[in-house]
C-alpha cells in the first residue's frame, strides 16, 4: 500500500487555530502549563482529536494521548509539548503536536494498517516556567515513570529547530543525532579586595580581571577542542563589594557548556578546571569552579536516525543530519524508548518569541516526512510482522 499524504491546509489551519488560544493582541502566545489558556488548548485538542475519530485521554499529570477506539499496542508515539513560554511563538511545541494529529488523521482516512499502532500525545509543561515546575519536561517524565511507558515501543518528535544552522546551511529537513547534555557551573575568582587608585595593576590580585579573562577564554577554548560540537555561555557576571575605586576581591561567573558527546563534556570539564586555574594564578587569585547542574547528552536510537535521514532524503536534497542544542521531551524519552527527531528551519533562528516563524512548504514537508517515518518504524517494529508484508 502507498504512503498516504497529509491534507496540508487542515494542518496549517489548526496550528493557526491552535495559535489564537492565549495569543495576546499582538500575536505573541501565553500557554504556560497549567494556565487558563493552556487548558482550553488541551480541551480544544481532545476535541480536534475526537473529530478526527481517536479517542482522547488525559493521565493525571495533564498529558493529552489519542488513538484509534480499536488501537493495538505496543504504539509508536508521536508528538511535543503544547504549553509555551511567556509571549512565545505559534510553532514551539505545537507544530509536533498538531502534524502528529494530522499524520494519525491521514493514516485513519487512508485506511492505513499503521494507523492501529500509532499514538498521539501533546506533552504537560515541556518548557518549566511555571512557578510550581520543577525544571519541565514534567509530562515526558511522568509518562516514562508510568506503566504507560511500557505500552510504547517508540518515539518520534518533529520540532523547529530554535536556531539559525538549519537556514544557515540551506536546509529543508535535518534528522537530529542527539541532545546536546548541558552542565552549569558556577566560578568565583578570590583575590585581594584594596584602593583602586593607590593599588599599581601589577601588585593587584585582581579577581574582577581574573574573571573577565575567563570569560573572554571560553569561546576560544571551546573551539580548541571542537569547533562545531560545543557550545559555551557566561550568562551573569558579579564583582564584589562592586564599586569603581575598589579592586574586586571576589568575582563570580555563571557558565554553562554544552556538548554532542559526553566525551566532549569531559574534555571540557578538564580544559575549564586547567585554563581557569592558570589564568587565576597569573593574577594571582585563587579559582573554585562548582557545578550546578548537569543534564546528559540523550543519544538517539540509531536505527530510528537511519530512518528518519531515510524520509528526509527522500523529500528534499536539502537534508543533513544535526544534533538539537535546546532541550526537548525526546530527550527524556530516549531513556526509556527509542526515539528520534526531526527538525524543520527556524526563520532567522529565532524561537520564544512572537517572531517565531518557518515557511509553510517546509512545515508541511516536515509533517509528511514524520508520517513516513512513523509508518517505517512501526513496519520495523518486530511485534507487527504482519505490516511488513501488508506494505
Ligand atoms: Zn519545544
Known amino acids: 500500500m502507498h504512503t498516504p499524504m497529509i491534507d496540508a491546509p487542515r ?3 489548526e496550528l493557526t487555530h491552535l495559535a489564537q488560544i492565549g495569543a495576546g493582541a499582538d500575536g505573541a502566545i501565553h500557554r504556560v502549563a497549567g494556565s487558563r489558556a493552556d487548558l482550553a488548548a488541551r480541551d480544544w485538542l481532545s476535541k480536534t482529536m475526537k473529530v478526527a475519530g481517536l479517542t482522547g485521554h ?39 503536536v498538531i502534524a502528529a494529529i494530522e499524520v494519525l488523521r491521514t493514516l485513519v482516512e487512508a485506511g492505513h494498517p499503521a494507523a492501529r499502532h500509532v ?17 519541565g519536561l514534567t509530562g515526558s517524565t511522568a509518562l516514562c515513570n508510568s506503566p504507560h511507558i511500557e505500552d510504547i515501543s517508540a518515539y518520534l518528535e518533529l520540532h523547529v529547530e530554535q536556531g539559525p544552522r538549519m537556514e544557515a546551511g540551506g536546509l529543508d529537513l535535518s534528522p537530529v543525532t542527539g541532545i546536546v547534555g548541558v552542565e552549569r557551573y558556577e566560578v568565583t575568582m578570590r583575590g585581594q579586595e584594596n584602593h583602586a587608585g593607590a593599588s599599581p595593576f601589577h601588585l593587584r590580585a585582581d579577581a574582577g580581571r581574573a574573571a573577565t579573562r575567563a570569560a573572554a577564554a571560553l569561546m576560544p577554548l571551546c573551539q580548541d577542542i571542537d569547533p562545531v560540537g560545543i557550545i559555551g555561555n557566561i550568562g551573569a557576571c558579579t564583582f564584589s563589594p562592586g564599586a569603581a575605586n575598589v579592586v574586586p576581591g571576589e568575582a563570580t561567573l555563571q557558565l554553562e557548556v554544552r556538548a554532542t ?93 512572537v517572531l517565531e516563524h518557518t515557511p509553510d512548504h517546509q512545515l508541511v514537508m516536515g509533517a509528511q516526512a514524520l508520517l513516513e517515518a512513523a509508518v517505517s518504524v512501526v513496519q520495523a517494529g518486530s511485534a507487527l510482522p504482519a505490516l511488513t508484508v501488508a506494505a
Not at 504504539?75 to 505559534?90: F, Q, R
Not at 498521539?120 to 520543577?134: H, L, Q, T, Y
Not at 530510528?304 to 528534499?316: D, H
Open 11 to 13: 494542518m496549517l489551519t
Open 261 to 353: 558527546t559526553e566525551d566532549l563534556l569531559q574534555q571540557l570539564r578538564t580544559r575549564i578546571r586547567r585554563d581557569f586555574a592558570a589564568l587565576a594564578e597569573e593574577e594571582g587569585c585563587t579559582c573554585e569552579i562548582r557545578r550546578i547542574s548537569a543534564k546528559p547528552v540523550a543519544a538517539f536510537d540509531p536505527e530510528i536516525v537511519e530512518t528518519v535521514e531515510k524520509v528526509c532524503r527522500a523529500a528534499s536534497d536539502r537534508v543533513a543530519p544535526m544534533a538539537s542544542y535546546a532541550g526537548h521531551d525526546a530527550s527524556v524519552m530516549s531513556t526509556r524508548v527509542p526515539t528520534g527527531m526531526l527538525f524543520v528551519p527556524s526563520t532567522s533562528g529565532i524561537s520564544h518569541n
Open 58 to 96: 488525559r493521565d493525571e499529570i495533564g498529558n493529552v494521548y489519542g488513538r484509534l477506539p480499536d488501537a493495538e499496542g505496543p504504539y509508536v508515539l508521536l508528538g511535543s509539548h503544547a504549553d509555551t513560554v511567556p509571549a512565545a511563538g505559534h510553532l514551539d511545541g505545537a507544530y509536533g
Open 119 to 135: 499514538e498521539i500525545v501533546a506533552f504537560w509543561d515541556e518548557e518549566g516556567v511555571a512557578p510550581e515546575s520543577r525544571g
